[in-house]
């Protein structure tokens, strides 16, 4: 168990694997700030012979943020749902917004997550979008008044390459002075 905090914690139903993995790596390989985070997802964080119980309670107690990937199976399931109300458990009011629903399916939104703003990855047009909005809140970035004059998409961004960002608003490593 690293002594280091993760950034991200991802919590979701095993069907939904692929796309909690593919989120996972945008998350981890994005550009934006130069800055990386660290992503708990269970089956590739967990080693074997370790009590995994004991890691998924520390890593989602530490975790500055948790998704929680949201399908209809997810909300079916016991360790996603337990997940889920440990999450909302210590930021209930979503005064922090700590705990970030990702809808992934349609699916009705519990009473404890629907006042909260959520990530839709729903629709395929919107999916580098939001993951940008996403990326920019995980890193502490404000988001941009106008999400069109900050991306430009590298072509073959679907095949799984790095994105890049190019906006001179960015917060920069230079400490300037006015």
């Known amino acids: 168990m690293p002594d280091i905090p993760y950034d991200v914690f991802i919590s979701y139903h095993h069907t939904d694997e692929k796309d909690a993995r593919k989120l996972e790596s945008k998350i981890k390989n994005d550009t934006i700030g130069g800055k990386s985070l660290r992503v708990f997802i269970a089956p590739w964080t967990i080693q074997p012979g370790q009590n995994f119980v004991t890691i998924i309670e520390d890593a989602l107690a530490r ?11 997810a909300l079916k399931a016991d360790w996603p ?11 209930p009011a979503g005064r922090l917004g700590r705990v970030i629903p990702v809808l992934l399916k349609p699916c ?8 909260r ?21 995980l890193k502490g970035f404000p988001l941009p008044k106008d999400m069109k004059t900050l991306l430009k998409v590298v072509p073959g961004l679907s095949n799984g390459e790095p994105l890049v960002i190019i906006n001179s608003s960015m917060p920069d490593d230079v400490d300037e002075q006015i």
């Open 63 to 73: 975790a500055t943020f948790v998704l929680l990937i949201l399908s209809p199976e």
């Open 81 to 91: 749902t337990a997940e889920r109300a440990a999450a909302i458990l210590s930021d």
């Open 108 to 115: 009705k939104l519990p009473p404890l997550l629907s006042f």
């Open 117 to 137: 703003q959520y990530v839709d990855l729903m629709a395929l047009s919107k999916y580098e979008a939001e993951t940008i909005k996403l990326i920019f809140r």
